[in-house]
């Protein structure tokens, strides 16, 4: 396990302390906790963008976000991205 080393400003110190004790828990779970989230975001986001610049098909949007089809699909209709054309269609059959 690598190890990370940052400087933050006091005032997200201090946010991260009030986190610690309100999840009652170490500062390194935290951080890594608080990582995890934050990067399975960005993944997500990034497969939405992707999928709706058409760089992408559904089913790759998915392995990026780390998720189902069937639950990106769900997302993707929240964010109203649409992923549903004849040649994202072709694409997406092709792939299952």
Same mark, same amino acid.
């Given at each position: 396990?690598?190890?990370? $080393? #940052?400087? =933050?400003? *006091? &005032? !997200? +110190? #201090? /946010?991260? /302390? +009030?986190y610690l004790e309100a999840e009652n828990i170490e500062r390194s779970t935290a951080v890594r906790k608080l990582l995890t989230?934050? !990067?399975? /975001?960005?993944?997500?986001?990034r497969a939405l963008s992707?999928? &709706?610049e058409g760089r992408v098909t559904l089913s790759?949007? #998915?392995?990026? #976000? *780390?998720t189902t089809v069937w639950e990106f699909r769900q997302l993707a209709a929240e964010r109203d991205v649409s992923w =549903? &054309? %004849? %040649?994202?269609? $072709?694409d997406d059959i092709d792939d299952i």
């Open positions: 396990m690598g190890t990370i $080393s #940052a400087r =933050v400003p *006091d &005032d !997200l +110190e #201090a /946010e991260l /302390e +009030e989230e934050g !990067l399975g /975001e960005w993944r997500r986001e992707l999928l &709706d790759r949007a #998915a392995e990026i #976000a *780390d =549903v &054309d %004849d %040649d994202r269609l $072709s």
